[in-house]
């Protein structure tokens, strides 16, 4: 009986606790996270979150027509290795790891109008999302995100190097 | 006779040998290391969680063991749960209590270690630091962790002794 008292005065700290921190944290999440690779990029939405639903490429045939018409600049926001083990023919690397590093040679061969998608390893990869915003604060405007990422491309057969 | 003799010999010569191990096990520094230990790993693993909640869920949703409805929910509250028992046992508040929780939490780390092993399913640990770079501890290495602090657990919890440097402490609870 003791013991129950005490484990649920543990507990009951704990949980007080947790959700007053997790309501006032500028890193805290919302109760329910979006889990299903079927709706698009797995996020536990945060506050913080990079996730803009609005500028996702829902299918890899979308992305396929945006990259056909040769209008978008592909930028691979994964590390270089992976980079360089395979990506999107023509894709750009910025790895979102070392972005401050590389933005300013990126910003000096690709002007602020361009069109840009960026894609990561697929919809539990928030890294394009990432990248996304971190263009967008950098002055690009037109930046979409390819969630299925580079296997969702390969998968399909279309254009890798 | 004489092999009642003989018995009795090895009986009493068992006795204090047995005793012996008994005492160092259960000796009050051994205790006191024990909880230690258990509590300060638990309160450094709970750091890094609670400094990003969604990171942590996202190392969950990897695990494939739990409704989706779940994952935030545990991913904003197992963190304190880990914190405030770790804290419970290094300061000795209701210090067998908060065995029995950590030792909960042990078992089902072990368990969701060895299904995901078994049935061969990558995942990324998150037991401690949150490292997307460098995610993949071997799990058996962590399962044999996990096993090493439950024994731990399992001392401090059997232990029936006063405890050193205990704010409070339930001889009998």
């Known amino acids: 009986m003791k013991t129950i008292k005490e484990i649920s005065i543990i507990l009951g700290l704990a949980f007080v606790l947790a959700f007053t921190v997790n309501y006032f944290s500028p890193t805290g999440i919302a109760v329910v996270g979006q889990w299903d690779t079927a709706q698009g990029v797995v996020t536990a939405k945060a506050k913080n979150d990079p996730v803009i639903n609005e500028i996702e490429i829902a299918t890899v045939d979308q992305a396929r027509i945006l990259y056909e018409s040769g209008d978008y600049i592909f930028v691979d926001a994964r590390s270089a290795e992976d980079y360089e083990a395979g990506h999107i023919k023509g894709a750009v690397s910025l790895p979102v790891g070392q972005f401050e590093d590389k933005i300013a040679g990126f910003l000096g061969q690709y002007p602020p109008e361009i069109s840009i998608v960026t894609y990561c390893s697929g919809r539990t990869c928030l890294d394009s999302h990432q990248l996304a915003d971190n263009l967008l604060e950098f002055g690009y405007e037109k930046v979409n995100v390819f969630i299925d990422g580079f296997p969702g491309w390969e998968a399909e057969g279309h254009p890798v190097e | 006779m004489y092999l009642s003799t003989a018995f009795r010999a090895g009986r009493l010569k068992g006795i204090p040998l047995n005793n012996s191990l008994h005492n160092i096990l259960f000796s009050s520094w051994i205790e006191l290391a024990a909880r230690w230990v258990l509590g300060a790993t638990f309160i450094y693993a709970s750091y890094s969680k609670i400094l990003a909640p969604a990171d942590f869920a996202k ?41 029995l929780i950590i030792n909960a939490m042990l078992l089902a780390f072990i368990v969701s270690l060895a299904t995901n092993i078994i049935r061969g399913h990558e995942f990324d640990c998150g037991c401690f630091a949150i490292n997307p770079d460098n995610p993949s501890n071997f799990p058996g290495t962590l399962l044999i962790r996990d096993l090493f602090f439950l024994a731990l657990g399992i001392l401090v919890f059997l232990y029936r002794k006063q405890r050193r440097l205990c704010i409070s402490s339930t001889l009998k609870g």
Do not use: K
Request: no cysteine.
């Open chain 2, 59 to 99: 190392i969950i949703f990897g695990y494939d063991l739990f409704p989706a409805s779940a994952i935030n929910l545990a991913a904003i509250i197992l963190p304190f749960v880990e914190l405030i028992a770790g804290l419970a046992l290094v300061i000795g508040v209701y210090p067998r209590s908060a065995t």
